[in-house]
């Protein structure tokens, strides 16, 4: 499993937490081939799949190019609603996050994904 520098882990732990408060319950980081579940709230249960994640969140990656130059504008992140939460993913840079949370206001969602991907801009995949 790769992992992004003890520094940008930290950094993209504080802008989730900044965004979404006590509403965060996991944060994933990952690539092409690598996962790295880098939060995961004290109360949940660490049965996810989180190959199966990946593998529907990399998708992502094909995504970006796939709405290149339409007239929606680029491709930002992807927010999926679910009974009991959301699950939030942002890629950039050749990596990404995926982070789950309680319900919350819709628009801190948009917050939460420019700063998160302003934090994977500024480094390259491990």
């Known amino acids: 499993m790769s992992q992004p520098p003890t520094d940008h882990v930290d950094e993209l732990l504080s802008a989730a937490r900044t965004a979404t408060g006590d509403e ?9 081939a690598d996962i790295d579940q880098l939060y995961l709230r004290s109360d949940l249960s660490r049965t996810a799949d989180l190959v199966g ?8 990656f094909r995504a970006q190019s ?3 130059d339409t007239q929606l504008g680029d491709y930002h992140f992807t927010v999926r609603v679910f009974e009991n939460g959301y699950l939030t993913r ?21 917050e939460l994904a420019n700063a998160l991907a302003t934090i994977l801009r500024s480094f390259d995949p491990a």
């Open 24 to 32: 965060l319950r996991s944060l994933t980081y990952f690539t092409e």
């Open 90 to 110: 942002v890629i950039a840079n050749g990596h990404g996050v995926w982070l789950t949370t309680d319900s919350m206001e819709i628009d801190r969602f948009e």
């Open 53 to 60: 994640f990946a593998e529907n969140e990399r998708q992502g």
């Open 66 to 68: 796939l709405y290149a």
